[in-house]
């Protein structure tokens, strides 16, 4: 999770902006969410159940459904997007199933690899994508390239 006064520029530089995008939309709801979670929601969790990592593994479930939606909405193929959407309900299935299973006394490092692999793979095709295509000069100048980047 990037530094809260890094989220907090993130939000004000979102809602500042004349022209929001909606592919922006899930990456404005995340940085809201991880504020939340680092100052409120964590806290909030662990003082109802007593289990620390409880809120980490929420946070999974979160950041892979919104940065899954992201990539969804920038990537143009057809077929790639088929393949995020199922590999998305896979991961969501499987971290729900490992959110059940397991007393959430322990970090979630499975989980959290299912979805850096698909979010990685799904990013660097995104910027084969892009590469590929002749109309796209100036890359670096859209804030698509510089979140997927990031």
């Known amino acids: 999770m990037p530094p809260l006064i890094l989220q907090v520029w993130l939000i004000l530089l979102f809602l500042t902006t004349k022209r929001k995008t909606k ?3 899930p990456v ?9 979670s680092f100052v409120f929601i964590s806290r909030a969790i662990f003082i109802l159940t007593n289990k620390e990592f409880l ?4 946070f999974t479930i979160i950041e892979g459904i919104c940065f899954g ?11 790639a997007k088929k393949i995020l959407v199922a ?7 499987f971290a729900l199933f490992d959110l059940k299973k ?7 490092s499975i989980p959290t690899v299912i979805e850096c692999l698909i979010l990685l793979s799904f990013s660097i095709y995104y910027l ?3 590469i590929k ?6 890359l670096y100048n859209t804030s698509n390239f510089w979140v997927v980047v990031g």
């Open 23 to 25: 592919e922006l939309w």
């Open 102 to 108: 397991s007393n959430a006394d322990t970090f979630d």
């Open 28 to 36: 404005a709801l995340y940085t809201i969410y991880g504020i939340l």
């Open 55 to 58: 809120s980490y593994r929420i």
């Open 128 to 130: 084969y994508e892009q």
């Open 133 to 138: 295509d002749p109309n796209n000069l100036f």
């Open 69 to 79: 939606y992201y990539l969804y909405l920038i990537i143009q193929n057809q077929t």
């Open 87 to 93: 590999l998305g309900v896979i991961f969501l299935i």
